[in-house]
């Protein structure tokens, strides 16, 4: 039964995080269904509209024009309008500029409604050969003001902890992850759901000794502090 969109409603739509077959058939009926898109960039947007052909107006929704644009989908949500919002991959809000949207719908008493979908995170922790019951994801770590503060709080975390990485910046990342938190086992995945996916299960102090070059789009997923340790 395809979905029933409701007037005035914001839509939080999980997109595929690579293969363009992750996405679930509540997601393209909603797409297929809204007023219009609120996308992170349209032209990443496009190919996934375009490959399950649906044709809907977009409005570009980023970290740098969402104080501006916020007050317009509000508007627009208000006059009964269904919008639904997507990242350029995966669950929108999770590092990306959605939660300022979502703050402002709340406030303005507008019903919200998620399709859930795709994540990079979840898809990393689940092959990842470490404790899953309790985890904190800490997205990018800061790249420079506040980073040792940050990996000294965190080299107390007991659970395991996910971030997002870059290739330029993962060399330097992970030798201060080994200066901070000592040994501890790792999961690296690597341009996940896409033709180049890799998964490195390895240690901190083995990938620091490593030569290598890191291509695509980083998760990392590094043990917590073992209890005495």
Same mark, same amino acid.
Request: aromatic residues 8%.
């Given at each position: 039964?395809?979905?029933?969109?409701?007037?005035?409603?914001?839509?939080?739509?999980?997109?595929?995080?690579?293969?363009?077959?992750?996405?679930?058939?509540?997601? =393209?009926?909603?797409?297929?269904?809204?007023? *219009?898109? !609120?996308?992170?960039?349209?032209? +990443?947007?496009?190919? %996934?509209? &375009?490959?399950?052909?649906?044709?809907?107006?977009?409005?570009?929704?980023?970290?740098?024009?969402?104080?501006?644009?916020?007050?317009?989908?509000?508007?627009?949500?208000?006059?009964?309008?269904?919008?639904?919002?997507?990242?350029?991959?995966?669950?929108?809000?999770?590092?990306?500029?959605?939660?300022?949207?979502?703050?402002?719908?709340?406030?303005?008493? =507008?019903?919200?409604?998620?399709?859930?979908? *795709?994540? !990079?995170?979840?898809?990393?922790? +689940?092959?990842?050969? %470490?404790? &899953?019951?309790?985890?904190?994801?800490?997205?990018?770590?800061?790249?420079?003001?506040?980073?040792?503060?940050?990996?000294?709080?965190?080299?107390?975390?007991?659970?395991?902890?996910?971030?997002?990485?870059?290739?330029?910046?993962?060399?330097?990342?992970?030798?201060?992850?080994?200066?901070?938190?000592?040994?501890?086992?790792?999961?690296?995945?690597?341009?996940?759901?896409?033709?180049?996916?890799?998964?490195?299960?390895?240690?901190?102090?083995?990938?620091?000794?490593?030569?290598?070059?890191?291509?695509?789009?980083?998760?990392?997923?590094?043990?917590?502090?073992?209890?005495?340790?």
């Amino acid at each position: 039964m395809a979905n029933e969109i409701q007037n005035g409603s914001l839509y939080i739509v999980s997109t595929p995080i690579g293969n363009l077959g992750d996405i679930t058939f509540r997601a =393209i009926d909603t797409l297929k269904g809204v007023s *219009a898109i !609120a996308a992170e960039d349209s032209r +990443v947007t496009s190919r %996934l509209l &375009s490959h399950y052909e649906i044709s809907k107006p977009m409005i570009s929704y980023h970290d740098f024009n969402k104080e501006k644009v916020t007050p317009q989908i509000i508007v627009r949500l208000k006059n009964n309008e269904s919008i639904a919002l997507v990242t350029d991959a995966g669950t929108p809000l999770v590092s990306d500029p959605g939660f300022y949207l979502v703050r402002e719908a709340v406030a303005q008493g =507008i019903n919200i409604i998620p399709i859930p979908g *795709a994540s !990079a995170l979840l898809t990393a922790l +689940v092959v990842a050969g %470490l404790p &899953s019951d309790r985890f904190t994801f800490e997205g990018f770590l800061p790249k420079k003001k506040g980073r040792q503060t940050r990996l000294k709080e965190l080299a107390l975390e007991a659970r395991s902890m996910i971030f997002y990485e870059s290739p330029q910046r993962i060399e330097k990342t992970i030798p201060h992850l080994l200066e901070y938190f000592g040994n501890r086992n790792i999961l690296i995945g690597r341009e996940l759901t896409k033709k180049f996916e890799e998964f490195v299960h390895s240690d901190l102090e083995t990938l620091s000794k490593a030569s290598r070059t890191w291509k695509g789009e980083l998760v990392m997923v590094v043990e917590g502090k073992k209890h005495g340790r």
